[in-house]
């Protein structure tokens, strides 16, 4: 009966371990890297400076791009698949799992959700309502499956709505949701304009992020 209580928590514990590399919601939020000078960030497996770092991601900004380059990568392979990068705005943004002291837990690999452990730096996390509405655009990955409705609930009343010809911004988050309006002002001169009008999208699901968006 004890040998088979110490396996069961053996077992236990091999699952929680795991579950670094598996999606645990959306986090707390995002940070940025936007800066003109060159930085280098180093990604642990534990908030332990006495330990040695997994990998290295060198970030080099110029005026016409940024260019990350990944080193001291280890045996099996790690890939930096950040949350969001944009050479022209030499902008990088990483999804922030969590906060412990002065550091902060992100995702490394945004395909895979891994995450590492980064030294905190100057930048402060974002919450993702502020982040969400202070993206200048959205829509939805997949309009199909992730129609605007009428108000915040999967069953509720659908919008006739061609996304081509809209561009909705972000004015409230409702957990899962946000509200979105349909703001002609942000849509380009070759747009078919639409009158304006708001709905619900559902942002996220099982930590995955369902709308695209611009900045």
């Known amino acids: 009966m004890i040998r088979c209580f110490l396996v069961g928590l053996i077992v236990l514990a091999v ?3 795991s579950c670094d590399t598996s999606r645990q919601g959306m986090g707390e939020g995002v940070i940025h890297f936007e800066r003109e000078l060159s930085t280098r960030l180093d990604f642990y497996t534990k908030p332990d400076y006495t330990t040695e770092p997994v990998f290295s991601v060198d ?7 940024t260019y990350i380059k990944t080193t001291l990568k280890k045996e099996g392979g790690l890939d930096f698949e950040p949350f969001y990068v944009s050479s022209g705005r030499s902008l990088l943004i990483l999804q922030v799992m969590e906060q412990k002291g002065d550091w902060v837990k992100v995702i490394t690999d945004d395909i895979k959700g891994v995450s590492h452990w980064l030294s905190k730096p ?34 509720a009343r659908l919008w006739d709505v061609n ?44 930590g995955k992020i369902l709308i695209n968006f611009l900045l």
């Open 163 to 206: 996304f081509s010809s809209t561009c909705f911004s972000v004015v409230d988050v409702q957990g899962d949701w946000i509200k979105v309006v349909n703001d002609p002002l942000k849509c380009p001169d070759e747009y078919i304009i639409e009158s304006p009008f708001e709905g619900f999208l559902k942002w996220k699901d099982d």
């Open 15 to 17: 699952v929680l371990n």
């Open 122 to 155: 100057q930048e402060k996390v974002e919450k993702w309502p502020h982040f969400l509405q202070s993206l200048f655009r959205v829509r939805p990955y997949d309009a199909s499956r992730n129609p605007l409705r009428k108000s915040p609930n999967d069953n």
């Open 59 to 65: 970030l080099v900004y110029n005026s016409a791009r």
